[in-house]
T-cell receptor, first 114, second 114 residues
């Protein structure tokens, strides 16, 4: 399978706990995105990597959120001290070279904070 | 900041009929890309069709076509000969040629009636 892979698919955690999600992009893609999607809404941009460099961060990304892409391949998104408002689908997408190329999305990680 | 609006939260269409989903966007830029993504229930988002703003010709992909009106900042999606498998959330998305972020609309839920 050469698509974008996200793990885990589902995560239930207690409020205050830390969680970490992983994204494996399409191998030749150097651009990687994290989005958050709540029920019935469109995806909201969180952050963008080009290779290992985190070039853009949304104001939505509070201090409790951190993302890394250490070797320019897979990426992790960590949420510290989770809150109930963090419950959402977290989507990862990757994109190849070229201005007009689309983003390819993974199936997402659904986080439920109880 | 760019915004994308989809004024139809829900639409329905009879199988084999044609349906048009609306999208408008707000930008001061002249060079950008527009996309329609499909998100089936519990499945990942996939690209349906894309349009480069510098191209006057409307994009077409099999049963899917767009009506791109640059001056009106309108980008509607027409689905011809609708099939049961077309039932999904459809998201309109914008990306500037000067940035990396994809801006999504709130989505339109399309039901296909047999």
């Amino acid at each position: 399978d050469t698509g974008v892979s996200q793990n885990p698919r589902h995560k239930i955690t207690k409020r205050g706990q830390n969680v970490t999600f992983r994204c494996d992009p399409i191998s030749e893609h150097n651009r990687l995105y994290w989005y958050r999607q709540t029920l019935g809404q469109g995806p909201e941009f969180l952050t963008y990597f080009q290779n290992e460099a985190q070039l853009e961060k949304s104001r939505l990304l509070s201090d409790r959120f951190s993302a890394e892409r250490p070797k320019g391949s897979f990426s992790t998104l960590e949420i510290q001290r989770t809150e109930q408002g963090d419950s959402a689908m977290y989507l990862c997408a990757s994109r190849g070279q070229g201005a007009s190329t689309e983003a390819f999305f993974g199936q997402g990680t659904r986080l439920t904070v109880v | 900041a760019q915004t994308v609006t989809q004024s139809q939260p829900e639409m329905s269409v009879q199988e084999a009929e044609t349906v048009t989903l609306s999208c408008t966007y707000d930008t001061s830029e002249s060079d950008y890309y527009l996309f329609w993504y499909k998100q089936p229930p519990s499945r990942q988002m996939i690209l349906v069709i894309r349009q480069e703003a510098y191209k006057q010709q409307n994009a077409t992909e099999n049963r899917f076509s767009v009506n791109f009106q640059k001056a009106a900042k309108s980008f509607s999606l027409k689905i011809s000969d609708s099939q049961l498998g077309d039932a999904a959330m459809y998201f309109c998305a914008y990306r500037s040629n000067y940035g990396q972020n994809f801006v999504f609309g709130p989505g339109t839920r399309l039901s296909v009636l047999p």
